[in-house]
């Protein structure tokens, strides 16, 4: 199983973004809810652009690597994305698709975002209420803080 997230520039993490831990420790817990052995699964990183490398392994590489080593089939999910979009429909669903099937690869599964769910939106609702000063915003989050209340990237 390939738990991919959406990349950022490396300087962001040498800076203290952490983002890739986080990533990191995502995919330990739901690989072990589901009860996959450390070699079952892997993170990867998605949607770079530009000159700068970004977070690796890159996606698209990375599941070039596994269809040509052998890897007969793989299923992909984007933890980081709440509902399904452009850059889980087309760069992961067909894109990372075609690459890993032309690589040797002879299934692929895109396992899909939560998108509208109600069990999903229901906990969506639930997470935003819970902030603090939700009740005197209407239900909003705090001005200028996330769901989490993290820090901004630079």
């Known amino acids: 199983m390939l738990f991919s997230f959406h990349g950022i520039p490396q300087r ?6 952490p983002y890739p ?9 739901v690989a072990r809810a589901l009860g996959l052995d450390q070699q079952a699964w892997a993170v990867a990183y998605q949607s770079r652009f530009g000159p700068e490398r970004w977070l690796m392994p890159y996606t698209d590489e ?23 979009c452009l850059e889980t429909l087309d760069e992961i669903g067909r894109e990372a698709r075609h690459t890993f099937l032309a690589a040797g690869g002879r299934a692929f599964r895109y396992i899909p975002a ?26 909003q989050p705090a001005a200028g803080r996330g769901l989490a209340g993290g820090a901004r990237r630079p």
């Open 21 to 29: 831990q986080q990533c990191q420790r995502t995919g330990e817990l």
């Open 62 to 84: 990375l599941l070039a690597e596994w269809a040509a080593a052998g890897v007969g089939a793989v299923d992909v999910v984007c933890p980081g994305f709440s509902a399904d």
């Open 114 to 139: 939560l998108n509208e769910r109600p069990d999903h939106i229901a906990a969506l609702v639930a997470l935003i209420a819970s902030e603090p000063g939700a009740a005197e915003s209407g239900g």
């Open 12 to 17: 962001y993490a040498r800076r203290g973004d």
